[in-house]
């Protein structure tokens, strides 16, 4: 009989802080996918620095595409935006690594594939 006494002296505390925990609440994460052919460029071009396995520091806090997909729409868009701009400027992967590793340029067909999925999914999300 105590014991029921205690629960219902903290019924109220309960509702009050689920309630105050709910509402602070990030948006959704917004619907990225990574099709198919989206993912075997990114994976083979660029997931070796944009990832937990990536060795610089530099790389994994300007874009990690696993996390991308947690991101809230404007966030993700920002970052979007970021891939576009250097895939218009050709800067990814970087020129010095390239020198090393030319097989990792981007083709021409990459380039646009991955530029074409980057912008419709900034549409999708200014929806
Ligand atoms: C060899 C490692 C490496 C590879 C491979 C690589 N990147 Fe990067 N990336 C970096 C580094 C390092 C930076 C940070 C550059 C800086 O801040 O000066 C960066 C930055 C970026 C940024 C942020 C640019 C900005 O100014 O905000 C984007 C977007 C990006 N990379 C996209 C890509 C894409 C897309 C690919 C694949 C096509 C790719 N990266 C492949 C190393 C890499």
């Given at each position: ?10 019924l109220p505390a309960f509702f009050f802080l689920q309630s105050a925990t709910t509402s602070v609440q990030e948006p959704a994460a ?42 809230n ?55």
């Open positions: 009989m105590k014991n029921l006494k205690c629960y219902l002296l903290f917004a619907k990225l996918k990574y099709p198919k052919k989206v993912n075997a460029i990114i994976q083979e071009k660029c997931y070796g620095c944009h990832s937990p396995e990536g060795k610089g520091d530099k790389a994994k806090q300007k874009l990690m595409w696993d996390e991308l997909l947690q991101l729409a404007a966030e993700q868009s920002e970052k979007l935006q970021n891939i576009v701009k250097v895939l218009e400027e050709g800067k990814m992967p970087p020129a010095r690594f390239l020198e090393k590793m030319p097989e990792k340029k981007l083709t021409e067909a990459e380039t646009a594939k991955l530029k074409k999925w980057a912008e419709k999914a900034i549409k999708k999300n200014s929806k």
